[in-house]
Nanobody, 122 residues
């Protein structure tokens, strides 16, 4: 069973930095075959893509975080990271780790963590 556990969230002042981690288990040695991503959801808003990294290490970022956030992964540790800098109050929300893979005959399969709260406030 694939499980994702996020950590590293918390309260930070505007302009500060945080590093989120997502520890993945249950994928065995094929973690590298999965695409990964971070999403966030602010109160009253829909979940949105923050950053994604394909199994080929191609990256995609949401417009509002470009130049401030960086996604990375360590395939040896089955872990995904999100380095966040120059944080703004509008970055506040619950951040979710995502793992996805295309399964032949079934389509895309997504796995989600439980989320970690990030609050940017003075």
């Amino acid at each position: 069973q694939v499980q994702l556990v996020e950590s590293g969230g918390g309260l930070v002042q505007p302009g500060g930095s945080l590093r989120l981690s997502c520890a993945v288990s249950g994928t065995g040695t094929i973690f590298a075959a999965y695409n990964t991503g971070w999403y966030r959801q602010a109160p009253g808003k829909q979940r949105e893509l923050v950053a994604a990294m394909s199994r080929g290490s191609e990256t995609t970022y949401g417009e509002s975080v470009k130049g401030r956030f960086a996604i990375s992964r360590d395939n040896d540790k089955n872990t995904v990271y999100l380095q966040m800098a120059s944080l703004k109050p509008e970055d506040t929300g619950v951040y979710y780790c995502n793992l996805n893979i295309l399964v032949l005959g079934t389509g895309r399969r997504d796995y989600w963590g439980q989320g970690t709260q990030v609050t940017v406030s003075s």
